[in-house]
């Protein structure tokens, strides 16, 4: 969680109710609760089965990925990987993507996986 002066400009809009568990893509926030702020901090964790959080902040006007980065040990083939998910707000509200992951290593393309960047919190933050 973020601390000092930001997180007092903070307000939890969102919680996971199940952050052990696969997300799939889905819209977490109706555009009525995300009214009134164009910033949004996302907390994600690299994989469901682990508890470190990262941190990304992503605005209202264009799409960006919320991308957290970590040790691929739950792959089993070891070394640094990134993973991450499409967040996009529309009229609809705040969608947040399937998740894909990569090794930095590795020319593969990115696998795509319910089980990685799981998003835990999302608030919205004033200015």
Known sequence: ????????NLVLLWENP???SGFSSQTVLTADEIAGFDWFLIELKNYYTENVLQETIVNRTQPMYATVYGLA????????????????INSSGLKIGSGYSKLFNSTAAASASNNVAIPIRVYGINF
């Open 73 to 88: 040990t739950f792959s089993g083939t070891g070394g640094a990987n990134v993973a991450f998910r499409l967040v996009t």
């Open 1 to 8: 969680m973020a601390t000092g002066t930001l997180s007092k």
């Open 18 to 20: 199940a952050p052990s």
